[in-house]
């Protein structure tokens, strides 16, 4: 049996610290270190968010240049893994570190959301996407 999001998600921000992504992006997402800082609720720096979440944007940006250039699958370009499904794992991975960082259990949320989700009407707001 593979890990759980919940066990991902400590060996991903584990590895973040141990590469220096720890306690100054912590700090930082809290509004310690930047004085003047948009600090909004529970004491999160806004802007130091938002740039993490920019850098997850730009993973599935990364994702749709790698489908539009026909690399779907799993590749090499000589040790570097590339291709789309590796961009969306690097998403998937942004995703865990920062609610790593912030102290939230992505994989509960992930549960209570599915389960929200079994409840709502076929293709729900009509909408084709």
């Not at 890990?3 to 306690?23: L, P």
């Not at 004491?43 to 740039?51: I, Y």
């Not at 942004?94 to 599915?114: S, T």
Request: charged share 25%.
């Amino acid at each position: 049996m593979g890990r759980s999001v919940g066990e991902w998600q400590a060996e991903i921000t584990q590895w973040g610290a141990s590469k220096g992504w720890d306690k100054p992006a912590l700090c930082e997402l809290r509004g310690e270190i930047v004085e003047g800082a948009h600090v909004g609720p529970q004491g999160v720096n806004v802007e130091a968010v938002g740039m993490k979440l920019a850098l997850v944007h730009s993973e599935v940006s990364e994702a749709l240049e790698a489908l539009r250039d026909g690399k779907l699958a799993l590749w090499l370009d000589g040790e570097k893994p590339e291709g789309m499904s590796t961009e969306l794992a690097d998403t998937v991975i942004r995703i865990l570190h920062l609610g790593g960082l912030l102290g939230l259990d992505i994989e509960h949320a992930m549960e209570v959301k599915m389960a929200y989700n079994q409840g709502r009407p076929y293709r729900h707001g009509g909408r084709l996407a």
